[in-house]
């Protein structure tokens, strides 16, 4: 079945290095990558997602690469800000049998950035 | 405004109590879905729905019945609710139920079972 592998647990960065969260899958169908970012005590929010043409999705200075011959599609950012601390999912979109799409999520980074 | 509600933010239950999560979106979409974070466990798929019909069920126990009474609503009843049963459910919702949609989340409803 589907599968998704993440970058785990706690990630700590000091303010203005740049930030690197691992995420590759494993999935029978060509998927759609998904990265969600989840502020305290909020809901989880699209960051990110995989186009169809290989082009680089950016979005608030993160930016993320899906390769298909290595199954990875991980988040960067060149310079992290003490605003990106939060909880970072890396989620799987495919094509189930006749029944439309799911997410399939990695078991999540929290990344915490300090001054 | 916010464009998806879920009630109540907070709830707490006994053991072998009945509860309805409710789930509301005012985006349009045809495909709703529950999903349930704990802190043994990232967030996981439970229901899809697709235009008020049940798409998929991942969730093993029958404990657990979505309610689609309108096409923008989507509850969630649990039933002989467990201590297990103890976490954040998120309702989410997309325009369609095609791989590349975007699925959008409510705030969660923050389940206790005591």
């Known amino acids: 079945g589907d599968s998704v592998t993440q970058t785990e647990g706690l990630v700590t960065l000091t303010e203005g290095l740049p930030v690197m969260l691992n995420c590759t899958y494993q999935s029978t169908y060509s998927p759609f990558l998904f990265w969600y970012v989840q502020h305290l005590n909020e809901a989880p929010k699209l960051l990110l997602k995989?186009?169809?043409?290989?082009k680089r999705p950016e979005h608030q200075g993160f930016h993320a690469t899906l390769h298909k011959s290595s199954s990875s599609f991980h988040l960067q950012k060149s310079s992290a800000q003490l605003s990106d601390s939060a909880l970072y999912y890396c989620?799987?979109?495919?094509?189930?049998?006749?029944?439309?799409?799911?997410?399939?999520f990695g078991k999540g980074a929290k990344l915490t950035v300090s001054p | 405004d916010p464009k998806i509600i879920q009630k109540p933010k907070y709830l707490v239950a006994v053991t072998g109590s009945e509860k309805i999560l409710i789930c509301e979106q005012y985006?349009?979409?045809?495909?709703m879905y529950w999903y349930r974070q704990s802190a043994k466990k990232p967030l996981e798929f439970m229901f899809s729905y697709s235009y008020q019909k049940l798409m998929d069920n991942q969730t093993a126990s029958s404990r657990f019945q979505p309610q689609s009474s309108k096409k923008n609503h989507l509850d969630l009843q649990i039933t002989a609710l467990k201590p297990d049963d103890s976490a954040t459910y998120f309702c989410a919702s997309s325009q369609r139920t095609g791989i590349q949609d975007t699925q959008y989340f409510g705030p969660g409803t923050r389940l206790l079972v005591l």
């Open positions: 995989s186009f169809t043409d290989n």
């Open positions: 985006l349009g979409h045809n495909a």
């Open positions: 989620a799987l979109s495919d094509l189930q049998q006749g029944t439309g799409s799911k997410l399939s």
